[in-house]
């Protein structure tokens, strides 16, 4: 463990890129090291080919996506229909289950994020609920927008039961940024989208990092533009179990959650809304 102020970086990767999504975090991985964070998707697309996702389900987790340059138009299998505009946030926690149906559209080059958070027993089955931030409505200071947590006095509009600290940083040529790890946070990743991105004697360039544990502040200096992730939480102390769109902590919340999601698909099926198995 590192034990000063400063981190060290234990762990990178440029993850899997599948089509627009590059795949950086997955439970079966990097999602063991750094949870409740357990999934991240970058999607990078040219204008007008961003991803299209039919009805699909989930249980257990809550999504944030981060759409950086277009706009998301978010359905779920409970009749929601909701907008969100570029630089807004779209919240969706499963709980239970639900199955949402997600489309992606504008006239510049896409960019954006989603990342999965597995819950805590007392929400991984709680009920489903789906909530949007419009960009003016993202918690932002200096050079900082919140997307999850507190940081700094500002508080995201976001009830996340996770005690987490989840930003984005955009950084000219040259600045620099230091983040302080918020009191009883243990660890912190962060991710290089755009620029070069100089943290704890390395540089980092379209890169996920994890850092060790046990450090209290990390500098960040930017060489060209940069924009990069980061996210900081409390131990997560409870195991991860997997199923096929869902993340529970115990295999009898697994069960409840597939049990869930699998009435609900039967019903979109009855109303022809799903291709029949």
């Known amino acids: 463990m590192n034990t000063s102020t400063s981190p060290a970086i234990v ?6 890129r599948h089509g627009p999504i590059t795949r950086l975090v997955s439970p079966g991985d990097v999602g063991q090291m750094i949870k409740p964070f357990v999934f991240l998707d970058y999607i990078e697309a040219d204008a007008g080919a961003g991803p299209n996702f039919g009805f699909h389900p989930h249980s257990g987790i809550a999504t944030l996506t981060f759409p950086l340059t277009f706009d998301v138009e978010h359905e779920t299998s409970d009749g929601q229909i909701d907008h ?20 992606a559209f504008g006239q510049v080059p896409m960019r954006g994020f989603q990342i999965w958070f597995c819950m805590p027993p ?11 931030i419009q960009p003016n ?28 600290c989840y930003v984005w940083v955009s950084l000219q040529d040259g600045e620099r940024w230091t983040f302080s790890l918020p009191s ?8 290089a989208q755009e620029g070069q991105l100089h943290v704890a004697g390395d540089t980092l360039e ?8 046990g450090f209290t502040t990390v500098s960040f200096e ?15 102390s409870h195991d991860l179990h997997l199923g096929y769109y869902s993340v529970h902590s115990s295999a009898e919340a697994l069960f409840k959650g597939e049990e869930g999601i699998q009435h609900i698909g039967q019903r979109l099926r009855d109303a022809g809304l799903l291709t029949p198995a």
């Open 84 to 103: 969100v505009q570029a630089g807004g946030e779209e919240w969706m926690m499963a709980g239970s289950g639900i199955w949402h149906r997600g489309r």
């Open 222 to 236: 930017a060489q060209g533009a940069c924009g990069f992730l980061l996210g900081s939480t409390a131990p997560y």
């Open 122 to 132: 007392s929400h991984e089955l709680a009920t489903p609920r789906a909530l949007f």
């Open 206 to 213: 379209r890169e996920l990092a994890v850092f060790d544990t």
């Open 184 to 191: 009883g946070h243990d660890r912190a990743w962060v991710f």
């Open 137 to 164: 409505e993202v918690p932002s200071l200096g050079p900082v927008k919140l997307l999850l947590g507190s940081y700094q006095g500002l508080h995201s509009p976001i009830p996340s039961p996770n005690d987490v």
């Open 11 to 16: 762990f990178k990767t440029r993850g899997r």
